[in-house]
């Protein structure tokens, strides 16, 4: 079956670590995107991209890093100098000739020890 | 400002009720509107999407559009305890990207 693959499903972070979320996508998707949810916040943007080797920051893009070099995979990097990185990370993706509607994976739950 | 929004909740509707969601957004030029249920500690899950002002039925669930007022609306008809949830309203806004724009969510409790 299709669909997107987020891992690990949960995560601990050190300070001053930096850390890689996973997300692969089998819809032959040409969109993908991160999300970052926190209680009662919503859903944020943190990047997206629309095609390979392209990307575009999202709202809270300051700490994150990513990169798009497969169609399929769109990996999502935590690093340092993001301050409050425990949330709940969502990716999603989405057909461009379709429904503008999103597709999201099962998320990972990042938490800072 | 935010650019969607809902009212938090929660909403409790009883069993077989109608439930009513409510979303309004502040870009005039937004195109298309969705609607997302998100059970807790799940990933959001694509319900309902809209695109036209006036109502679209897809089996219990109706989604009502008004762009004059900026007003999207989620109707539940036979309100059933798996129901309960998270609703999130998302819009899509001008510009490139094709981005969503996120609510923070209604959260409806259905009870028997």
């Known amino acids: 079956d299709g669909g997107i693959t987020q891992s690990p499903k949960y995560l601990f972070r050190k300070e001053g670590q930096n850390v890689t979320l996973s997300c692969e996508q089998n819809?032959?998707?040409?969109?993908m995107y991160w999300y970052r949810q926190d209680p009662g916040q919503g859903l944020r943007l943190i990047y997206y991209?629309?095609?390979?080797?392209?990307?575009q920051k999202g709202d809270i893009a300051e700490g994150y890093s990513v990169s798009r070099e497969k169609k399929e995979s769109f990996p999502l990097t935590v690093t340092s100098a993001q301050k409050n990185p425990t949330a709940f990370y969502l990716c999603?993706?989405?057909?461009?000739?379709?429904?503008?509607?999103?597709?999201f994976g099962s998320g990972t739950r990042l938490t800072v020890v | 400002q935010k650019e969607v929004e809902q009212n938090s909740g929660p909403l409790s509707v009883p069993e077989g009720a109608i439930a009513s969601l409510n979303c309004t957004y502040s870009?005039?030029?937004?195109?298309?509107f969705f609607w997302y249920r998100q059970y807790s500690g799940k990933s959001p899950e694509l319900i309902m999407s809209?695109?036209?002002?006036g109502d679209k039925e897809d089996g219990r669930f109706t989604a009502q559009l008004n762009k004059a007022s900026q007003y999207v609306s989620l109707l539940i008809r036979d309100s059933q305890p798996s129901d309960s949830a998270t609703y999130l309203c998302?819009?899509?806004?001008?510009?490139?990207?094709?981005?969503?724009?996120f609510g923070t969510g209604t959260q409806l409790k259905v009870e028997l």
């Open positions: 999603a993706s989405r057909k461009d000739d379709t429904t503008y509607g999103y597709t």
């Open positions: 819809l032959n998707h040409d969109a």
């Open positions: 991209s629309q095609i390979v080797n392209d990307f």
């Open positions: 870009d005039r030029v937004s195109q298309s």
């Open positions: 809209i695109y036209s002002n």
């Open positions: 998302a819009v899509r806004h001008g510009g490139g990207g094709n981005k969503l724009t």
